[in-house]
Every structure is written in C-alpha cells, then in structure tokens.
C-alpha cells in the first residue's frame, strides 16, 4: 500500500502541526515520518509528513483538494502532495566521464534507486556502448555554438514526451539556458566537482591545484541561472596533500562526485529536499 | 523567558502526535522544535517537543501534572519534563589526563555549554592545579582495591550533597560499581578511547596498533554495568597510518575523545538523548 | 617507457638508503618516488623505490640479479621487483550484490585501474549478465558443502591457467580454504562490511544495528587462515542514527565498502602495501 | 640525544637523495626518517632528512658548514638545518574567543606540544585572565585605527626581545600590516575560519550561512600581504544542515578550528611544513 507525503511551507503560527496531524489522524492515516523546521529568522514554517493510505478514509486523488481546501485556505500554506508507489521519471544527460552514470544506472538497476529512466541524452557519442548495455535508449544531441538553442528546444520537446519529472547532469559538460531551467525549475540536478562556493566555474580541480588547497570536494545543486550559484543540496570533501597532481585530484574527485551526486538524487525522490530561496531544507 | 523540553515514550498509535501539538497549540504555546521517531520493528513511538513557555497558559510547575492527566493516562506514555532555564549540574571524574578536562571546562567558561559545575572528583592529585585555576572545588578521593567501595560510598553522598545531576568520567580510570551506577542510571556518561565494540577494555590503543588498524576511534556512552557495553551517544573516528607508535595514536586519539565527549555531553545537557533499551535516540 | 618499481624489507642498519639510491644513480635512473619506513620496535626497515629506466644502464630482465649480487646480499635484504609496465592480472569473486563488481569495472573500462580481468568466477548466476556486458567471461561455479573441497580446486586450476596474480573478493559470500590461501598468500583482498575488529564474521549490520553504533565502516584486508583478521590495508567509515534500520545500513555501508575496495586493489596493483606480519606498511 | 632535521630544497637531479644519505650515513648518523618529493611539473626536489647525532662525527655546529661546503654547491640546493632539543619560541595572539588559546595551551601544558611560550599579546583584555592562569605574560597593546602603525612597532620589538621564532594568530581579529609580515616571513600562522578560498575576509560563517552550504571548514595558513590568501597549512571540514543558525555556525566552527589551528602548529613545531611559492609541501 502506498504512503502519502506532503511538503508544507508557511507563515509560522501556532497551531499548523496539530492542525495538520489532526487532519491525518482523523481520517485514519498513520504518520510514518514527520519533521518539521521554523526558520526564526523570517519565521517560515516548513513541514514533511509521510503516512499510510492503508485505513486512510479520504480517497487518494481527493487528498490534495481536501487538504486545500482544509488547511491550506486556513493557514495560507502551500503544499506539495506525492505518493510513493509513483516512481518519477529521471533524464540523465553525460558528456564523456562515465563514473556518475555508472554509479547512478548501477543503483537504479539493483533496484536502490527507485526512478524510471525513459532516456539518457548526451552531446557527444562516447558514452552510447554504456547506456545500451544497461538497455536503455541514448539519445545524442551534438552541441556547436551554432545549434544550441535548437538542440535544447529539441532536447526540452523529447523531456516532456517522456514525461520526465527532472534531469540530472551527470558530469554534462555544458552550460543550459535560461530558457531550459525555466521548464524544470528546482527539477535539474547538477554536479559541481568542486566544494562550492570555492572554484565556481570551469576547471576546479586545476584552480584547486593552484591553490594548494588541502581539501577537495563535490556539490550537488539544483540549476539555477546563475552559474553553480543555485541551492546546494548535499556536498562533500577528501583530503588532498601537494603530491597530488590535478590529474590524481580528479580521480580522487570522481569517488566524491558520483556519491554526492547519488545522495542528492535519492533525497529528490523521496520528497525530502524543499527549496527556499537560494537554500535547501532536507528533511530527515 | 523559558522554554519547556518534554521527552515522551510509549507504544505507537495514532494521533499522539496531534493530540500533544494540540495541547501545546490549544494553550498558546509556541512549538520550537519538534522531532519524532517511531521505532517500527517494536511498534514504539518517541518524541521530544520544545516549546515557548512565553504566553502558555498553564503555569509551569502544573505542566506535568496537567500533561500526565490529560495526555500520559490516555496514552499510557512516560514523559521526562525540563524547562531550559534550569542549569543541569555536572560533576567531573578525572585521573590524570587533561585533554577533555580543559576542553569542558573551557566550553563552561566560554558560556558554550550551560552547565553549574559544583566539584571535580578525581582518584589522583594531579589535575588539582587546573582544576582550582577554574575556580572549581577538587576532591581528591584516592582509591586502592581495600578503599575502593568506602570511597565510591562518599562519592555518592558528596554527589547527592551537590545536587549533581550527572556524572561525566572525563577520562576517570576507575571502573565504577554497580552500586554506583544505580544512584545515577543513565546519569554517568564515559568517554572510551575506541570505536566501540572495537577494543572495549583498557589499553585500547595498544590492542588498535596490534591490530594493524587504519581507523581508530572514540565513543561517548551511559555507564551500565557491563563495562563499556551501556547506550552509546556519540562516536567518531581519525585516520591511523602504519607510521603512528602507540604513543601518536594516544596524542591523536585525543583529539577525537575531547570532541565526541564535548558532543555527548552538550546533547545531554539540551535533553536530546533518550535511552531505549541498550541504545540512544538522538533528536536533532 | 617503464619505470621499475622495489619493494625492500631487511634489518634496520646504517647505509641502505644511501647504497640503495647510489644504485640507481650511478646506473643513469632517475628517483621518481621513494619512501621508505623504519620500525623501530621491532629494528626493521621497509622501503619503496620507483625509478624511470629510461637511460638505466642496467638491462630490465637483469636488474633483479645485479641487485641481488651488489645490495641483497651485503644488507641481507629481501626484495620484490616490479615494472609499471606490466599490468596485474586481476581475478573477481562475486555472489549477489552488484555494487562493488560495478564500481570496480567502470574504473577498469574507463583506465583508472590499470590490470587485466581475465575472469569473473562466481556461486551463484545472478551477476552473468552484469559481467557479460563488460565483455568478460563469467564462471559460474556452484558451492555446496560437499562439493566445496572440488569447486575450490576447479577455481585455483582456472586461476593459475589464466595466470591470475592476484584475487578480489567483492562480496563473495564464501569462505576461502586455507588450500586456496595457501596458493595465492597476501594475494587475496576481501572487503569486510564493517569496521574491523569490530563486527567480524557474518550479518556485520545486522550486529552494528543491535549494538546501537553511531558509525558504520567497512574494511579491505588480506585474506588469511583467520577469518576476517587478516592484515588490513585500507578502512573508513559512515554516520548512522537511531533512524537507521538494518535495511538502511545495508545501503549506506556499500557505498563505503565500494571505495575502500577500490582503493585497497589501487594501492596493491600501484606495489604501494607490504604485508609486515599481520599488519600493512602503506606507501605513499 | 638531539636529532638534526635538515629540510633541502633544489632543481631536481640525478643523485641528490643518494649524495644526502651518503653523507649522513658515512659520517655514522642514523636516519631516523626521510620524506622526498619531487614536483615535476616545476622540475623541483625537496627533502626532509631527520636523523641521530648520537654517534654522527661532524660537531653540531659545524654541520651546517660541512653541509653547505659538500652539498649546497655541488647542487645548488638550499636548506635549513634544526635540532630536535631546541624547542621553537611561539606568540600567541588573541582577542576575544578563547578556545584556540585554551586548546594550544593545554597541550603545551601537557607536554603535548614542544614549544616555549614568552608571551601572549592582546588587543583586548579579555582573555588576560585565561593567560595568567597558565602563569603566562599577558600582553596588552589595544589597537585603533590611527595608533595600529606603532603599536605593531612596538609588538616586533616585544617579539624581537623575546626571540620569537614564530606568531600564533589564535583568532587574533586584525589584519597584520606589511611591515610585521616581512619580519616574519612564512612565520606567521593564522586560523581562518573557512574552508578557503571559499569565504575569505570578515565574517565567513554569515557568509556561509547565506550561501546554504551543507559544509563549513577552517584553514590554517602563513599570512601574506594578500588577505587569506597566504600558503595552506591545513584545512578540516563540518557538516551543516539548514538547523544550523550562523550561532550553530559559529560554535561548531570552533571545534574544527583549534583542531586545524594545532594541527598545523605542530608540523610547523616538527619542522615538517615547506613553502613553495604560495603552497605548501607537509612531509610525513
């Protein structure tokens, strides 16, 4: 039997979480998780609750306008209703480096990360022998300066043909547009080899070098139109010492890559990041 | 103005959680903090709520009254009330090492954590200098194998004179007695030099270096009778090469020790730890 | 061009470092890296050299004589000398779990770790498809407790006619004969799911779980008569909570395990571990 | 006995490490540890060469000049050469927070860190307490705007009486001028609390805060002229969550900077840090 998750976010005011259990409660449902968060600051109230459908009394596509009509009029609050037997529909797009795309097929293959992937797309050829191994389709979109705005509006056509819910840039090595984020906005999920905000940008792992730093690290974000500036969702570090060459730091970066990026993607599926302004929440 | 911690345990069912939101909520209390966690293998429900006792309108010495009336008898749930404007009062066991000494006593100085600390007991004199530097009693109580169980008497008695709320053995290389550990169930929280249950016992750096491990570690624990067996509350670990003697597993082990301690302790002292059996529930 | 590798072990004593790299120099090779160790407990010196034999003098195939007749001899030393470009040739033992097979095939596809796979040999069916669709042979060789003693023998046969150097245990969920050890000694790496000493032996999380431990790890060692207490080569860990239920550890722990694996076979195929007893000297 | 380190530095070439061991072996010194490293992009070599005076037949000091006579032309290299049984002369500066001051102090108290203490200057008076506990002198220079140019002349001369050998900034809230970085070049520790070069100048856990990161760090570095942009000693890592406040921030920053702040003490202590250009080489 399914389970119901709802994300919540409001004014602070007294009364929400007994207002919003009540609602579960009384209906018959049993809370399986419940966090909540009051940022004091701007006193905004955020909410996660998961609970059972199995004795839940409200029919599961009448939850949502029951809810509006209950709680979110009441408390001007908005919510995101999910339900967890629908698996959402991941796009993968690669360039070259096949770490996070092995990582991340080999996952949902033993059945850990509970996505459908109806496609992955790339900008160059290379990594077509992988992707059909695990069986499925590749499509490759070839991206010259020229083209790139007809290429992303294809690119934006075959997403939503497929129905897909969001896009992970396994190690993509372009920069989308604006036009593109605007149709998968808080829905694009981006791997930065470097721990932001340090080494924004091309070639971190070089600009590490240069530094000396002592630390790498990996940040998973969602895109936003400024460039490795959107909300961080989860990030990162290894220790690096001066015998460390850029080329030792980038295999060093790819283990840090490739589990940054999966944690991201799991806590997106189940419903657990919320973004607020230029931050995440990541409920437990 | 106070806040008030309550601490709730009991077998899971439905609506516990909005019936004490609403008991809150109904009284114009404003909820801080709120984590729950429901233990499903054995069907048992955990809680902590923080709320604002600033216009709560039952008085504060008749919450628990009010709260055992109204919600513990109808959900047979036990409950542990603290407001945060009482200081818990710790006493320190030392020997002869300092490293977690200073370290606590330079977070009570610094107002980081918000303890009355009325002594420090210690089997040796060694420690008296730093401790009377602080401005704090020493007791020195030394402890042979004849003494051991008069001395651990007036331990007792001089801990219930102080109103001592908790013990904290800051690297005390005593064993303590069941007799003891009765007076202060889940009150007396140790500092172990591994990362239990590796190398419970002592000389734990001499059995990690035997070992050949890569990885040594430390763990924060309640004190049961089963030596270095009891609930543990935090744990962490620092990287060991082949080159580290014994002698540098014991410098950088330190480091570790004051760190996880000072974590056990602060989680204590902010009633974030509930023990449930042999383990803890650490609310965020 | 090659560069020759050197591992040396021998008696602590006055000159071998000196007369060691004077053996190099005069010959025109040029010191890529060198690190070298003394134990002084025990009055023993480990070292490694790795040098460019692009102007050495010596000839490749008698470099193992010469430095026989002029350094082993004169400091009693023994030695293992290797060349970069040879590359290992790599056995994988598998069961059912796919994460750590996967992680290490993507490094070899991609040419981060620089061996051979002749084969994969496994007890069960279930990861043919996997293996095959790396393009390497799959054998499948049953295990019961009677026919052990002649399947263990079947699986040396094939690993000596594929000139197998070294074999990898990626949670192969059988335990190796000393017969097999015997043939393949600090040869074996298995990955351990949990952080040794602690939790040896079967259902490791299952056992972390009881025991309530804030930090899971995992464990790469040299297989040995002992069960799980072999020499250890490489360790690290995860935080867990409360929240944590077995099936969560499972998770989390692969993640671990799958790097630890990768980066003990990197160090053994690099001729970076010597084996010192019952404990590893890890080179930089 | 005392050991001598020699730290060398020089364009690599054949038969540096072979020519340095063989006057150190054929002058009866014992090496009690070698660490070379070879920058190849640069075509650079260092070395750190600690060994036994004990039996060694060059006088102590004269050794420096045998060095230089023998080896320093020979190979243009440079070098510094120090003796285990002088212990280093270390300022500290502070200003308000104490827990970089009660950490370092500690563990120079327990004999933990190998140093003599002349003086600890100020400021603020805040911490004079704290310091005269530890029988220290306390140093009070209060700093404006328009006194800041003498009063850090009349702290070189403070430090110049006192035959500083290096200066501790332990959270010492002003930047130091040109003219006191030239006296003590590549002598001058700072702790900054950031995982540069993320968030470098004022305030970086506000800095942090905003930016949502789910890491926060410190980094101990030599001051430059250019602010936290000096050599990196060492850097060490947090997690955050969106719960944490920059207060949250602040304390749990703390606990990593006296970490890295004494960590990187130490291995300048030990003799074990080198600079190169604006990095830094940290020998084992």
């Known amino acids: 039997m399914a389970n119901a998750i709802i994300q919540i976010e ?26 909540q968060y009051t940022d004091h600051d701007n ?31 009441r ?14 529909r991941m796009a993968l797009f690669v360039t070259k480096l096949s770490h996070c795309l092995y990582d991340l097929l080999g996952r949902w293959q033993s059945g850990e990360l509970e996505v459908e992937i109806p496609l992955v797309i790339s900008n160059h050829p ?10 499925l389709p590749f499509v ?32 993509y090595m372009q920069i989308v547009s604006p036009l593109f984020i605007q149709h998968f906005e808080h829905k694009i999920i981006n ?19 240069e530094r000396g730093v002592k630390i790498i690290g990996a940040t998973a974000h969602y895109v936003t139109e400024e ?4 909300p961080i969702i989860e990030q990162d570090v290894v220790r690096a ?12 970066g790819q283990d840090v890559e490739k589990l940054v990026l999966a944690k991201a993607v799991k806590l997106h599926v189940q419903r657990k990041v919320m973004v607020v302004g230029n931050k995440t929440i990541v409920f437990h």
């Not at 979480?17 to 966090?35: A, P, Q, R």
């Not at 990594?127 to 069986?135: M, P, T």
């Open 241 to 252: 010492t001066h015998r460390h060459y850029v080329s030792d730091l980038l295999k060093m």
């Open 227 to 230: 460039l490795d500036a959107g």
């Open 10 to 35: 409001c004014k602070d005011q007294q009364g929400i979480v007994s207002s919003v259990t009540e609602f579960i409660y009384s209906n018959k449902g049993n809370i399986i998780d419940l966090d």
């Open 43 to 73: 006193n905004h109230f955020f909410m996660r609750v998961e609970w059972s459908l199995e004795n839940f009394t409200i029919q599961k596509d009448k939850i949502a306008e029951y809810f509006e009509t209950l709680l979110g009029k």
């Open 191 to 209: 791997i930065h080899h470097s721990s932001l905000p340090a080494f924004a940008g091309a070639k971190p792992y070089h600009a590490a070098f």
């Open 75 to 88: 408390f001007s609050l908005r919510f995101n209703l999910y339900f967890s037997d629908h698996k959402p």
């Open 140 to 171: 490759h979109l070839p991206i010259t300066p020229e083209n790139k705005k007809d290429q992303e509006k294809k690119q934006i056509k075959i997403l939503k043909e497929h129905d897909v819910d969001f896009v992970v840039l396994a190690r």
């Open 126 to 135: 290379y990594l077509k022998d992988v992707v059909e191994r695990f069986g």
